[in-house]
């Protein structure tokens, strides 16, 4: 059997996302339209902490 060991998988400190859209271009944005899109990043960031937990 093969055994790899991973001491660092990912070393970041910074994320940054950027929105673009006409409604941004004049300094609003609907929060209900918003909300869903950062819910979602704060899902994909929640599954991806979980697997790499698990891969170490």
């Not at 055994?3 to 944005?29: C, F, H, P």
């Not at 899109?37 to 170490?56: E, P």
Request: aromatic share 2%; proline share 2%.
């Amino acid at each position: 059997m093969h055994r790899t060991s991973v001491k660092t998988l990912v070393k970041a400190n910074d994320l940054q996302i950027t929105y673009e859209g006409s409604a941004l271009d004049t300094g609003e944005m609907n929060v209900r339209e918003l909300a869903p899109a950062l819910l979602a990043i704060g899902d994909l960031l929640t599954a991806s902490t979980q697997v790499l937990r698990a891969i170490k």
